[in-house]
């Protein structure tokens, strides 16, 4: 199965170009950039996606990049640094979100219970302002509360399954969910389970009656 | 057109993509210097739209220039473009650089995400990405001015879909579709592109 359904409407398309164009341009948050990162990093068409938006940049920078004056000292301090072996440009970077999340045993992790067969586990990246990334760990046939979306939602299957009214998802597929038209409600696949990672940029909106309970809670 | 285009474009008559495996394998300096002079000006502007002031913009430059030294054993012409290659360390320095900055302003975070170049291309991917990079600078020149604008604000001045609706005051679906056209023209050169390996 390739990165996204086909069954999925017109707006989850461009929605989804619109995400890839944003990763490649490197205006993602740091949240949504790791589920994409991921993504790609699990799924052949999605790596394909990637490299084509990159080449668009690639292209633009050789086109549309008016040069700008650079002075004169700028190359002789780049000759000086690459002779320079311990420069604080080399990378310090902490782990990679392959090492992190998909070579550890997920049974290692404090996984904190959400609803009976639901477990989540808050991923400790930077966050903007309602933002929320986590990881979803459900039951085999167990589901989520219908919902929608006052903002967007990633999720990337990185275990298991998981269906939904617009299909199923197996590892290394990507559901994007964006706006309050549409509800959904995620059903774990029945012998599996389903681990998955989530962003989303604002509180979901339940939608069921025990939903419609809850959401005060949540805000 | 792609003769055209190469006869026009600096980037399609010099063999950047040489020079930088020329750096790779043989650290040759006088290869370094001629990327250099091509791409370190462009840099510049690139950062300086995304806002950075010029010494900020220059002092990324030199970081960039760095780690194309460093990291230049890793390109293998065969798989990529100069340009997609350096754009995409460059984009990866902003995104360190913001990261840093946001570092600075909140709490200290256990994990953030890497962002490595990618050269695991398997041998059914290994796309021309030099012909697909004519290509594209085709597409992007015949672009109408309201998809190109959106393009260029999403990649050069860092502003979000919702961003670019918000500055140019027009619907968020409307930047969307424009993009969607500008995409659905470039994914046909992506399928020929596909088609030929």
Redesign the interface.
Known sequence: MIGIPQNLTFEK???Y??IM??H?????S?AQ??VI?SY?SMN?SA??D???Y??????????????????GV??D???A??DTPD?S??ST?????MD?YFDCDFDLLEWKTLAPGIEYYD????CQKKEKAQLLKMAPGKSVLEHSHDGLELTLVLDGAFHDDTGVYNRGDLSVEAGHDHAHKPVADMEQGCICLAVTTAPLHFTGLLGRVINPFIR | MAQALEKT?V?DSHPYEDDLASVGQNKD?QAF?RL?DY????????Y??QGLN?ET??EL???V???I??KAEQFDPAKA????????I???K???FL?KD??RQ?DP????????E?QS??PE?K?I?TD??VR??EI??ILPKDQRTI??Q???Q????QEIADKNKIPLGTV??R??LA?ER??HT?KDN?EDL
């Open positions: 398309d461009r929605t170009d619109a164009m944003d490649a341009a490197g205006n993602l740091c950039t790791l990162d790609i052949d790596r394909a990637s490299r084509h990159l080449a668009m940049g690639g292209a633009l920078l050789d086109s549309e990049c008016k040069p700008s004056h650079i002075s700028c190359l301090n780049v000759m640094m690459i420069h440009t080399q970077r902490p782990k990679n979100a992190c991923v400790p990246v930077p | 474009n980037a300096r210097v250099f791409y370190a000006g462009r840099l510049k502007s690139f300086m739209q010029p913009a220059e430059v030199q970081e220039f760095v780690l030294w460093r473009n100069a340009s997609t290659w350096i754009y995409t460059a984009r990866n902003r995104i360190d990261r946001i570092k909140e975070v256990e994990f953030l995400p890497d962002i490595e990618d291309q398997g991917e796309v990405q697909l990079s594209m600078k992007i020149n393009i260029l999403s990649y050069f860092g502003l979000t879909h969307k579709s993009m969607r995409v470039l994914k992506w596909r």
